[in-house]
């Protein structure tokens, strides 16, 4: 295992990316982004919460035999999934509103228990927190992606409500893309969740397909 | 010796469990004060709403009365006072949408007249059902002032089905639902009408004052 942060990062961020490449976290990445704002709030508190427990899981990685170290990933995810639960409660309470329903569910989502298991528990706490750190980025770049695509298909705005998230400065975030009432509601509805996630899946593939293309060309007259 | 790690493997685990068991104890303590704090203002945010400010001098969200609906349900009233006098009751009230119940908070004088109507939670269709949000239109706002009576209750209806309340292009089933809820939270405004007439404040402390502040003026 390297501990190239820039690896991490490309990985994290685009080539391994959780929802794109791995395919991992689809629930809250359909349920959650019928707005870019819902993704992006989703993705930042699954990324918390991954960064969180990769470095305790990380820090504890000699502690725990073995055996029941699915248990404690488990323990160690549910602790971290609550206490973001309480404190979005207490000091973020306009957005626990909207995602408050989802927020428990991070608990299930197979990426962060995903990457505990592959990096944080075979790896030092630094490597752990940027794998869990650029992992969680990556999705929320996602959800965000995702998100924007079904807002603006659908309702025909972008980033609405993103003060109640970020805060009043942020107001300049919300934009109107379209004209009112002509978006295609149902990319709003959960159908338009599965048509944004494949045609954001096969525009990946495209990229990554044709700068695999571009590098075998360059590297082509090398070789010959 | 296979039952000796069986029992560190449990001690393991134990240990952790307290660790984090702990670290959830201590997010509590910190946050507990908070989350009451915001449950109370989205409470008093709902009921801000439906009653002005203007008349009454009570705090809403702790002065409350229990009542009993028709279908056997609790229905919690808050109830607004000025000066010792009902000035005004809260309550929800509900009926089934297109998907999910649709929740209304209704605010009514003591003559029986609406004093304001929010819709509190809806799962109906975003574009086409959700006008009925104060934040997507003001089709809500036209309940204010109303009251069994006025329009006579045969009229408490859409204007398909012969009322006088008009639906919106694509949407029937959503203003039905809100309208069948305002005129049953009416009817059970005017049924338990006098147990809420008769409701003494409870901050005394409160409307004390106000009385004070009131013979005092009129010296």
Same mark, same amino acid.
Not at chain 1, 181 to 199: H, K
Not at chain 2, 198 to 217: D, H, I, Q
């Given at each position: 295992?390297?501990?190239?942060?820039?690896?991490?990062?490309?990985?994290?961020?685009?080539?391994?990316?959780?929802?794109?490449?791995?395919?991992?976290?689809?629930?809250?990445?359909?349920?959650?982004?019928?707005?870019?704002?819902?993704?992006?709030?989703?993705?930042?508190?699954?990324?918390? &919460?991954?960064?969180?427990?990769?470095?305790?899981?990380?820090? #504890?990685?000699?502690?725990?035999?073995?055996?029941?170290?699915?248990? &404690?990933?488990?323990?160690?995810?549910?602790?971290?999934?609550?206490? &973001?639960?309480?404190?979005?409660?207490?000091?973020?309470?306009?957005?626990?509103?909207?995602?408050?329903?989802?927020?428990?569910?991070? &608990?299930?989502?197979?990426?962060?228990?995903?990457?505990?298991?592959?990096?944080?528990? %075979?790896?030092?706490?630094?490597?752990?927190?940027?794998?869990?750190?650029?992992?969680?980025?990556?999705?929320? #770049?996602?959800?965000?992606?995702?998100?924007?695509?079904?807002?603006?298909?659908?309702?025909?705005?972008? #980033?609405?409500?993103?003060?109640?998230?970020?805060?009043?400065?942020? %107001? #300049?975030?919300?934009?109107?893309?379209?004209?009112?009432?002509?978006?295609?509601?149902?990319?709003?509805?959960?159908?338009?969740?599965?048509?944004?996630?494949?045609?954001?899946?096969?525009? %990946?593939?495209?990229?990554?397909?044709?700068?695999? %293309?571009?590098?075998?060309?360059?590297?082509?007259?090398?070789?010959? | 010796?296979?039952?000796?790690?069986?029992?560190?493997?449990?001690?393991?685990?134990?240990?952790?469990?307290?660790?984090?068991?702990?670290?959830? @104890?201590?997010?509590?303590?910190?946050? @507990?004060?908070?989350?009451?704090?915001?449950?109370?203002?989205?409470?008093?945010?709902?009921?801000?709403?439906?009653?002005?400010?203007?008349? +009454?001098?009570?705090?809403?969200?702790?002065?409350?009365?229990?009542?009993?609906?028709?279908?056997?349900?609790?229905?919690?009233?808050?109830?607004?006072?000025?000066?010792?006098?009902?000035?005004?009751?809260?309550?929800?009230?509900?009926?089934?949408?297109?998907?999910?119940?649709?929740? @209304?908070?209704?605010?009514?004088?003591?003559?029986?007249?609406?004093?304001?109507?929010?819709? *509190?939670? +809806?799962?109906?269709?975003?574009? *086409?059902?959700?006008?009925?949000?104060?934040?997507?239109?003001?089709?809500?706002?036209?309940?204010?002032?109303?009251?069994?009576?006025?329009?006579?209750?045969?009229?408490?209806? @859409?204007?398909?089905?012969?009322?006088?309340?008009?639906?919106?292009?694509?949407?029937?089933?959503?203003?039905?639902?809100?309208?069948?809820?305002?005129?049953?939270?009416?009817?059970?405004?005017?049924?338990?009408?006098?147990?809420?007439?008769?409701?003494?404040?409870?901050?005394?402390?409160?409307?004390?004052?106000?009385?004070?502040?009131?013979?005092?003026?009129?010296?």
């Amino acid at each position: 295992m390297t501990t190239d942060y820039r690896t991490i990062a490309r990985e994290g961020l685009w080539s391994n990316n959780g929802v794109l490449s791995m395919m991992l976290g689809l629930c809250p990445a359909m349920a959650m982004t019928n707005s870019a704002t819902n993704g992006l709030g989703m993705g930042l508190a699954t990324a918390f &919460v991954m960064t969180s427990s990769s470095v305790i899981a990380s820090l #504890f990685r000699n502690s725990f035999s073995q055996e029941v170290r699915i248990p &404690v990933f488990v323990l160690i995810m549910g602790t971290m999934v609550t206490v &973001v639960d309480m404190c979005m409660n207490a000091w973020l309470h306009e957005l626990y509103k909207v995602l408050g329903l989802f927020i428990p569910l991070i &608990v299930v989502n197979c990426l962060p228990f995903a990457r505990i298991e592959m990096v944080a528990s %075979k790896n030092p706490v630094l490597p752990s927190l940027a794998d869990g750190f650029f992992m969680g980025v990556g999705f929320t #770049f996602a959800l965000t992606l995702i998100g924007a695509v079904r807002e603006i298909s659908g309702s025909g705005t972008l #980033f609405s409500d993103a003060s109640l998230l970020l805060g009043s400065t942020f %107001k #300049f975030m919300e934009m109107r893309i379209l004209p009112e009432d002509s978006g295609i509601l149902m990319m709003i509805l959960p159908p338009g969740a599965f048509l944004a996630t494949g045609l954001l899946l096969v525009a %990946k593939r495209m990229i990554d397909e044709r700068s695999a %293309k571009a590098a075998q060309a360059s590297a082509a007259p090398s070789v010959a | 010796m296979s039952s000796q790690r069986t029992l560190i493997h449990g001690l393991i685990l134990g240990a952790f469990c307290l660790g984090f068991g702990m670290l959830l @104890v201590m997010t509590n303590a910190f946050t @507990v004060d908070d989350i009451a704090q915001r449950a109370l203002e989205d409470r008093q945010n709902s009921l801000k709403q439906v009653i002005p400010d203007s008349i +009454h001098d009570n705090n809403l969200a702790t002065d409350t009365l229990t009542l009993k609906s028709d279908q056997g349900n609790e229905v919690v009233a808050y109830v607004a006072t000025r000066e010792g006098k009902v000035t005004g009751v809260a309550f929800e009230t509900s009926s089934p949408g297109y998907s999910g119940a649709i929740k @209304v908070m209704l605010g009514v004088d003591p003559e029986g007249k609406i004093l304001g109507a929010r819709v *509190l939670s +809806h799962k109906e269709t975003p574009g *086409l059902g959700d006008k009925i949000e104060v934040k997507k239109g003001d089709w809500i706002l036209r309940f204010t002032g109303l009251s069994i009576g006025n329009p006579p209750l045969d009229k408490w209806k @859409v204007k398909k089905d012969g009322g006088q309340f008009d639906q919106f292009a694509g949407a029937t089933i959503t203003p039905r639902a809100v309208v069948k809820a305002i005129r049953e939270g009416l009817q059970f405004f005017d049924a338990n009408k006098a147990r809420m007439m008769e409701f003494k404040s409870s901050n005394t402390a409160v409307s004390g004052a106000g009385k004070a502040a009131a013979t005092g003026e009129t010296k």
